[in-house]
């Protein structure tokens, strides 16, 4: 046999084994409904449902003052991110309502408030958040500040006639211009993200699974008597699984996040794909690492579960990357999601090209490499 | 039964290991690793004032924990780039003539750039930026009125700030992330691990053909299934005491509620879950589907739709109606309500109520969908 047939036969092999996969996957309709529905409908929901800024923070208002001024700052704690829960005369019935988690703050407006801010002295509001959820209780501690801050300073100049020449004061602004997603339109960050999770769900667990079921049924070991070599089954099984994924993440992009939420492709389109492929290898690669250490399914399971999670929490669409603690951002340089989602917003939102991802670009591969590499390892090992 | 389907699991080591290990294990890496609070965000200036208060204004940002300086521009082409390529996320572009119009008494405005892909965190960063403008626009105020009215320091600074906002944090009084992660993540590791052990459990049965025992069996439909549920809603339980053992003692996190409340709500939280992976065992084939399904069923809808990271007041309408639809909303609600708030079963009552009905109605209908002879 001459190389060149030698090379036909392995495609063949491979070809054969990858079409094998593809006709077991498709046999099994309530996986493939659910995958559909996962890049589909669920993308939907989870792109227009969600808003991590602050929204609609219920605010109760307890106003022992109701004069012009009480009256005035009220009405500066707007929409969108405040929503007006209605007043109350007692102050009881607000911790009330918080302990129910009915509303998230109470501003309190103390007797002559109105007087101390037209003469001149300092008073101050107080306002009771609950931070039972951290972040969105500091965001909105901060809002509140700032809007009685500002509202202070306006009425206090004001008040001492200098409001006509404000103007001419050494105030420090900002003008700012948003980026990538002028309009703030979290939809399009949703949507994205969700496309990402699913993704990376998919890639880990469907090849996983699919080896890790032949070692349990003993079926792998007539592969491995057959004229197939190791890298062919492994590689025909990752090769069948990716295919399905792009045409889902197809389905997510044409189907979904361009007709429904008009989310732009800035970019190239076949450079996004190519890297989608790309990461889906990768994180292939840990699922075929997990399936070479777990005997049967549930193992597998547990096992990437325990790599998925942390992958999806920790490696910046549900939290800010920056602020995590230095270990975490150390054991997340393992993580492929976490380069994926820099080449993702990069092509899709700001155009960006090889030339500025090849550092993200350059290091999965290098991660993808290495798992293939050690997944194959372990997987000759056992069978020889 | 239920010792048969024990033993089966005890015998597989390292799935065991794993299922008591893994909740602890998350706690332990999302409760110290998952920080929602945004700090650090990279920026880049553009200076092209170069003076003493330029500089002065700069500091600020650098001083500031909430951002991290990654250094000078040369031009507004450099942070583009800079931009693009997310090595930053903001960029601040003081104008010439910056010192000159401020010293005389004119506004002088600075441009911020700031990336738009995640639009929390741009939110969160122009808050910051108005924040430091504010304190700095305040400071240049007082100066600027004793200077020109001849005021005193004291004079000035009641006219520029009269109101102050005293603000309490309640129920999580210093404010400390991980105070209201860590009850959340109770629930989180609770609500994937329980699931997902339940139904491979039942699907192993059906792939390997060992369900067909069962059928022609004298073992009634609702021995099986309590016989399936027990042992993992035992694992289950047992890692409820670990959680909450390691919230209390690790982590600090005050526990001012009622613990038999706790208990008896995870009990039913724990039914649901483990109901929840029956039901899906019960609708599908391999055990490949199921993992796959219960995955993301458990997962997602936990993540977005629990209350863990965004409050539930704060999603629309349709996703509001999923959030209700899901046992998870409820329980996060006791957790956080019996850790942080102390709050007991008069206010709890609604989410205990719909804990028990979610628990009744799944078995309910895994009880009507398992039926001992199926359609071939």
Redo the contacts between chains.
């Keep these: 046999m001459t190389a060149r047939q030698q090379a036909v036969t392995w495609g063949r092999r491979l070809a054969a084994m990858t079409w094998k996969e593809i006709l077991q996957l498709s046999r099994?309709v309530?996986?493939l409904l659910?995958l559909l529905y996962?890049f589909s409908l669920?993308v939907v929901?989870?792109g227009?449902?969600?808003?991590?800024?602050?929204?609609?923070?219920?605010l109760l208002v307890h106003d022992a003052d109701h004069s012009h001024s009480s009256r005035e700052l009220i009405h500066r704690f707007q929409l969108p991110y405040f929503s007006f829960a209605g007043e109350i005369s007692d102050p009881r019935e607000g911790l009330r309502q918080?302990?129910?988690?009915r509303v998230?703050l109470l501003l309190e407006i103390p007797p002559r408030f109105h007087e101390?801010?037209m003469s001149?002295?300092?008073?101050?509001?107080?306002?009771?958040?609950?931070?039972?959820?951290?972040?969105?209780?500091?965001?909105a501690?901060?809002?509140?500040?700032?809007i009685?801050?500002?509202?202070?300073?306006e009425?206090?100049?004001a008040?001492?006639g200098?409001s006509g020449a404000e103007?001419?004061?050494?105030?420090?602004?900002?003008?700012?211009?948003?980026?990538?997603?002028?309009t703030?339109?979290?939809r399009?960050?949703q949507s994205i993200a969700?496309v990402l999770?699913?993704t990376t769900?998919?890639a880990v667990?469907?090849p996983a699974?699919?080896l890790v079921?032949e070692k349990e049924r003993g079926t792998v070991e007539q592969l491995l008597v057959s004229p197939l070599s190791p890298f062919q089954i492994m590689f025909a099984k990752v090769l069948a699984m990716s295919g399905v994924i792009l045409i889902a993440l197809s389905l997510a992009l044409y189907g979904v996040l361009h007709p429904v939420f008009h989310v732009p492709m800035k970019g190239s389109t076949g450079l996004f794909f190519l890297l989608t492929t790309l990461h889906v290898f990768t994180t292939a690669g840990f699922g075929l690492v997990a399936a070479t250490i777990?005997?049967?399914?549930?193992?597998?399971?547990?096992?990437?579960?325990?790599v998925?999670?942390?992958m999806?929490?920790?490696s910046g669409i549900?939290?800010?990357y920056?602020?995590?603690?230095k270990?975490?951002q150390t054991v997340m340089t393992f993580s492929p999601l976490r380069y994926y989602i820099?080449i993702t917003?990069?092509v899709m939102?700001?155009?960006?090209g090889l030339d500025?991802?090849w550092k993200p670009v350059g290091a999965m591969l290098l991660l993808g490499g290495a798992l293939f590499g050690f997944g194959m390892w372990r997987f000759r090992r056992q069978f020889q | 039964m239920a010792l048969k389907e024990w033993k089966e699991t005890t015998r597989?080591r390292?799935?065991l290991l794993?299922?008591f290990l893994?909740p602890a294990?998350?706690l332990v890496?999302?409760g110290?690793?998952?920080?929602?609070?945004?700090?650090?965000?990279?920026f880049a200036v553009l200076d092209r004032d170069h003076s003493e208060l330029s500089r002065d204004?700069l500091h600020r940002f650098m001083q500031s924990r909430y951002f991290?300086f990654q250094g000078y521009a040369d031009d507004e082409r450099a942070l583009d780039?800079l931009?693009?390529?997310?090595k930053i996320?903001a960029a601040i572009i003081v104008p010439e003539r910056f010192q000159e119009?401020?010293?005389?008494?004119?506004?002088?405005?600075?441009?911020?750039?700031?990336?738009?892909?995640?639009?929390?965190?741009?939110?969160?960063a122009?808050?910051y930026?108005?924040?430091i403008?504010?304190a700095?626009?305040?400071e240049?105020?007082i100066?600027?009125l004793r200077r020109t009215r001849g005021l005193t320091q004291e004079?000035a600074g009641?006219?520029?700030?009269?109101?102050?906002?005293?603000?309490?944090?309640?129920?999580?009084?210093e404010?400390?992330?991980t105070?209201?992660?860590v009850p959340a993540l109770v629930m989180f590791t609770l609500m994937?691990?329980s699931p997902?052990?339940t139904a491979?459990?039942v699907v192993?049965e059906k792939e390997t053909g060992s369900i067909y025992n069962i059928y022609s069996s004298t073992v009634s439909r609702a021995e099986f299934l309590t016989g399936k549920l027990l042992p993992y809603i035992v694992i289950s339980l047992v890692n409820v005491l670990v959680l909450w053992l390691m919230a209390v003692g690790l982590f600090q996190v005050p526990f001012k509620g009622n613990f038999l409340l706790f208990f008896s709500a995870s009990v039913l939280f724990v039914c649901c879950t483990t109901g929840i992976g029956l039901l899906i065992s019960l609708?599908?084939?391999?055990?490949?589907?199921a993992?796959?399904?219960t995955?993301?069923v458990a997962?997602?809808p936990t993540?977005?739709?629990s209350?863990l990271?965004?409050?539930v007041?704060?999603?629309?309408r349709?996703?509001?109606v999923?959030a209700h639809l899901y046992p998870a909303m409820y329980y996060t609600?006791i957790v956080?309500?019996s850790f942080?708030?102390g709050?007991g079963a008069d206010?709890l009552w609604t989410d205990l109520l719909a804990l028990a009905m979610f628990a009744v109605a799944l078995s309910g209908l895994t009880y009507r969908l398992f039926t001992k002879r199926p359609k071939t």
């Design positions: 099994d309530p996986l659910f996962s669920s929901v989870s227009a449902g969600i808003t991590m800024q602050l929204t609609n923070a219920e918080l302990d129910q988690g998230m101390a801010l001149g002295e300092r008073t101050a509001v107080q306002v009771l958040v609950d931070t039972t959820n951290a972040p969105q209780g500091l965001s501690a901060g809002y509140s500040v700032r009685a801050g500002l509202f202070g300073s009425t206090g100049l008040s001492a200098l103007a001419a004061m050494p105030r420090v602004s900002s003008a700012h211009r948003v980026w990538f997603n002028p703030q339109d979290e399009w960050f969700h999770r699913m769900i998919f667990l469907l699974a699919a079921r777990a005997k049967n399914q549930a193992q597998v399971g547990m096992m990437t579960l325990f998925v999670g942390p999806l929490l920790l549900t939290s800010p920056e602020s995590m603690p270990w975490v820099d917003y990069g939102l700001k155009g960006a500025l991802l | 597989d390292l799935f794993l299922a893994l294990l998350w890496v999302f110290y690793g998952l920080n929602l609070d945004v700090e650090n965000i990279p204004y991290s780039r931009l693009t390529e997310t996320r119009q401020l010293a005389a008494g004119e506004p002088a405005s600075v441009q911020t750039l700031l990336d738009g892909a995640f639009p929390l965190h741009t939110d969160i122009k808050g930026v108005i924040a403008n504010q700095f626009t305040e240049r105020l100066e600027y004079q009641a006219l520029v700030r009269p109101l102050t906002v005293e603000v309490r944090y309640l129920y999580n009084e404010v400390r992330s105070w209201s992660m994937l691990a997902l052990l491979l459990g192993r609708l599908v084939q391999t055990q490949m589907a993992l796959i399904i995955m993301v997962m997602i993540i977005l739709f209350g990271l965004v409050p007041a704060s999603l629309t349709g996703a509001k999923q609600n956080r309500g942080l708030k709050v206010v």
